[in-house]
């Protein structure tokens, strides 16, 4: 572990890192919490997604390395078509100055998901908020 530790800190832009000692911590912090090898691979993704993001590996846009088991577990979670559309925004982006680009393609799965939820309840039923509005346009 000590070696993926080491090498996480090493691939860093240290530019960019005002708190070094904070910054190491976090990487042990997310090893002990998730070691190398453990957890979901891009096997375990659909097949056009695992492409998607073995050709971003291929043309070294990204390395393996770069998207850690917890985005791969949340991209499965999402379903095939959410999972498209995220490793898309994913592609879409100059990812060289994206430092995390696990934590960039997490913040991308979670703006996905707040758009279908938006979007389920926008186009279902009334929530209490529609209710208030269309009183206070009563003027009550």
Do not use: W
Not at 39 to 57: F, Q, S
Not at 108 to 116: L, T
Request: charged share 40%; net charge positive.
């Amino acid at each position: 572990m000590a070696d993926c530790v080491v090498d996480k800190f090493c691939e860093a832009n240290m530019a960019r890192i005002t708190n070094k000692s904070g910054f190491l911590m976090g990487i042990i912090r997310r090893m002990e919490l998730e070691p190398p090898g453990s957890g979901p691979t891009l096997g375990d993704l659909p097949r056009g997604i695992r492409r998607k993001l073995e050709d971003l590996i291929e043309d070294r846009k990204i390395s393996s390395k770069d998207i850690e088991a917890r985005a791969i577990g949340e991209l499965r979670d999402l379903g095939e078509e959410q999972g498209f559309e995220a490793v898309e925004r994913f592609c879409a982006t100059n990812l060289d100055s994206v430092r995390s680009k696990t934590g960039f393609l997490m913040g991308i799965i979670k703006r996905i998901r707040e758009e279908s939820r938006v979007s389920s309840r926008s186009g279902g039923s009334r929530g209490y908020d529609d209710r208030r509005d269309d009183r206070h346009d009563r003027r009550y």
